[in-house]
T-cell receptor
Framework: GQNIDQPTEMTATEGAIVQINCTYQTSGFNGLFWYQQHAGEAPTFLSYNVLDGLEEKGRFSSFLSRSKGYSYLLLKELQMKDSASYLCAVTFNYQLIWGAGTKLIIKP | EAQVTQNPRYLITVTGKKLTVTCSQNMNHEYMSWYRQDPGLGLRQIYYSMNVEVTDKGDVPEGYKVSRKEKRNFPLILESPSPNQTSLYFC??????????????FGPGTRLTVT
């Protein structure tokens, strides 16, 4: 079966750094997506990793290790608007398998 | 404006009454997909379409039908809705769904309640 695990909820302080982990066990792998979803809204794209290593995009970075079935999303200089759910998804062939998402709570 | 639209945004219906949720994109995307999102379960793929007249089942296709007669439209049909299909539904599209995976653009969602 397909399995993607993320922590259900995390809390961090405004201005700090937080790392959201994602582990996966899937029957295939083309790449891994991270999406952000604010409450009541549609998911929006953050990053896509195909090869091992770290990809940086402004305050957000995403890391992938294919041999370990592991990824993380790193958010720096946290802002209140970063309070949202962060969804990890693995793609292979034409399918996408999603994790349940990590709800990130930012405290002032 | 490039977008994915869904209608209706909210729908309350009764068990067994056939309904259709429409989805349309104006980006000339090949790949379209339907998801349902339930608390604690995340997004689950219902059906996807790689191009016109090409559709395939996702993880949870039971009780749903789709069609892709035109590139821009991908309606979701519930022939006989049941209460366990109460959920938040998202339509999404991307340039392609193949090995060169592209980001998906999501519609605003349709909140369906079946009583």
């Amino acid at each position: 079966g397909q399995n993607i695990d993320q922590p259900t909820e995390m809390t961090a302080t405004e201005g700090a750094i937080v790392q959201i982990n994602c582990t996966y066990q899937t029957s295939g792998f083309n790449g891994l997506f991270w999406y952000q979803q604010h409450a009541g809204e549609a998911p929006t794209f953050l990053s896509y990793n195909v090869l091992d290593g770290l990809e940086e995009k402004g305050r957000f970075s995403s890391f992938l290790s294919r041999s370990k079935g592991y990824s993380y999303l790193l958010l720096k200089e946290l802002q209140m608007k970063d309070s949202a759910s962060y969804l990890c998804a693995v793609t292979f062939n034409y399918q996408l398998i999603w994790g349940a998402g990590t709800k990130l709570i930012i405290k002032p | 404006e490039a977008q994915v639209t869904q209608n209706p945004r909210y729908l309350i219906t009764v068990t067994g009454k056939k309904l259709t949720v429409t989805c349309s994109q104006n980006m000339n995307h090949e790949y379209m997909s339907w998801y349902r999102q339930d608390p604690g379960l995340g997004l689950r793929q219902i059906y996807y379409s790689m191009n016109v007249e090409v559709t395939d089942k996702g993880d949870v296709p039971e009780g749903y039908k789709v069609s892709r007669k035109e590139k821009r439209n991908f309606p979701l049909i519930l022939e006989s809705p049941s209460p366990n299909q109460t959920s938040l539904y998202f339509c999404a599209s991307s340039l392609s769904g193949g090995l060169a995976s592209y980001e998906q653009y999501f519609g605003p969602g349709t909140r369906l309640t079946v009583t």
